[in-house]
């Protein structure tokens, strides 16, 4: 296991629910991504976080919210998902100093919305 | 924009045999740096391996190797003397030396994915 940790590891909703996906990383990393993993599909990047302060919206639909209080703590809090936001959600985490640096991943929410 | 592209969705390799996965990418620029990522059933994504793209020298680790080809754009990964503990979805990864001027932070470009299987 990496030092990155997201919960729940599995989550079903209906479309008309709220809930929220939690992710934290233990590394120190100033950086934090939300990808969104679907099957047959490239990782799409939906948000990213530097230092807390969110970097990069990729268009995503506001019925995802991100929040990020401090550089450890990512969320992603959901309403009035519809079906094809079934995927596996993946947080990440990486060092974005100038130099390269490895993202670290955590296990990933399952999603599945009804 | 850059795009990577794995074109194999699928790969099987005997254990014990070497196997090649195939990754390509399209970029202007010229500082950049590429990964492969495995992620195993139901396991976390983990770095495989990486290259820095000023380095002539192929990256190895190990069992993995890369054949780095920056004229053409190619950046496979050959994993010798396969176990059944390699089977997984490999992920190829691009990523720009520059972004930290503009946004703060890095993209990182996935491509689709090989899944290797690992026959015994």
């Known amino acids: 296991e990496t030092g990155v940790t997201q919960t729940p590891r599995h989550l079903v909703m209906g479309m008309t629910n709220k809930k929220s996906l939690k992710c934290e990383q233990h590394?120190?990393?100033?950086?934090m991504y939300w990808y969104k993993q679907s099957a047959k599909k490239p990782l799409e990047l939906m948000f990213v976080y530097n230092f807390k302060e969110q970097t990069e919206n990729n268009s995503v639909p506001s019925r995802f919210s991100p929040e990020c209080p401090n550089s450890s703590h990512l969320f992603l809090h959901l309403h009035t998902l519809q079906p094809e936001d079934s995927a596996l959600y993946l947080c990440?985490?990486?060092?974005?100093?100038?130099?390269?640096?490895?993202?670290?991943f955590g296990p990933g929410t399952r999603l599945t919305v009804l | 924009a850059q795009t990577v592209t794995q074109s194999q969705p699928e790969m099987s390799v005997q254990e014990a045999e070497t196997v090649t996965l195939s990754c390509t990418y399209d970029?202007?620029?010229?500082?950049?740096?590429l990964f492969w990522y495995k992620q195993p059933p139901s396991r976390q994504m983990i770095l495989v391996i990486r290259q820095e793209a000023y380095k002539q020298q192929n990256a190895t680790e190990n069992r993995f190797s890369v054949n780095f080809q920056k004229a053409a754009k190619s950046f496979s990964l050959k994993i010798s003397d396969s176990q059944l503990g390699d089977a997984a979805m490999y992920f190829c990864?691009?990523?720009?030396?520059?972004?930290?001027?503009?946004?703060?932070?890095?993209?990182?470009?996935f491509g689709t994915g090989t899944r290797l299987k690992v026959l015994a």
């Open positions: 590394l120190g990393h100033n950086a």
């Open positions: 990864a691009y990523r720009s030396a520059s972004g930290w001027s503009t946004s703060g932070t890095y993209k990182y470009i």
């Open positions: 970029t202007s620029e010229s500082d950049y740096y």
């Open positions: 990440a985490s990486s060092q974005d100093w100038q130099g390269y640096n490895e993202q670290f």
